[in-house]
């Protein structure tokens, strides 16, 4: 399912200090409940409510090459994990690299998102 970005920065702040959080040894993940999630639903030609996906990449992480690639890595994961097991609809859904996440494979960064989303409960029955 596809996603949308979030862009606007007060949305980052309020995930960051009001939603649940997990720590994985390369990425941290951050989810809260959008409450625009109905709003955005109308306004989908499909009528489906859908999550709304940030990724951060600090640049403490590298150069820019560097993190581009874990952007890429990261996003690739993520939409695995969602081909595999539906995710929970209706969520603004941080993802946070850490500075270990530079020299990883993808695999591993799959295998965070598994087990981050478990701890959330984030995977739809």
Same mark, same amino acid.
């Given at each position: 399912?596809?996603?949308?970005? =979030?862009?606007?920065?007060?949305?980052? !702040?309020?995930?960051? $200090?009001?939603? /649940?959080?997990?720590?994985?040894?390369?990425?941290?993940?951050?989810?809260?409940? /959008?409450?625009?999630?109905?709003?955005?639903?109308?306004?989908?030609?499909? %009528?489906?409510?859908?999550?709304?996906?940030?990724?951060?990449?600090?640049?403490? =992480?590298?150069?820019?090459?560097?993190?581009?690639?874990?952007?890429?890595?990261?996003?690739?994961?993520?939409?695995?994990?969602?081909?595999? !097991?539906?995710?929970?609809?209706? %969520?603004?859904?941080?993802?946070?690299?850490?500075?270990? $996440?530079?020299?990883? %494979?993808?695999? /591993?960064?799959?295998?965070?998102?598994?087990?981050?989303? /478990? %701890?959330?409960?984030?995977?739809?029955?």
């Amino acid at each position: 399912m596809k996603s949308i970005a =979030i862009s606007e920065n007060h949305l980052y !702040k309020k995930v960051y $200090a009001k939603g /649940d959080k997990v720590n994985c040894r390369h990425i941290v993940v951050y989810v809260l409940t /959008d409450y625009h999630a109905s709003r955005l639903m109308r306004e989908n030609p499909l %009528k489906t409510r859908v999550n709304r996906i940030g990724l951060t990449v600090s640049k403490k =992480i590298g150069k820019a090459v560097v993190r581009s690639r874990v952007r890429r890595i990261i996003r690739a994961a993520l939409y695995a994990v969602q081909a595999e !097991k539906p995710l929970k609809t209706g %969520k603004l859904i941080v993802i946070v690299a850490k500075e270990s $996440a530079a020299g990883v %494979k993808s695999t /591993d960064i799959l295998c965070d998102l598994y087990r981050a989303f /478990d %701890k959330l409960g984030m995977f739809a029955a």
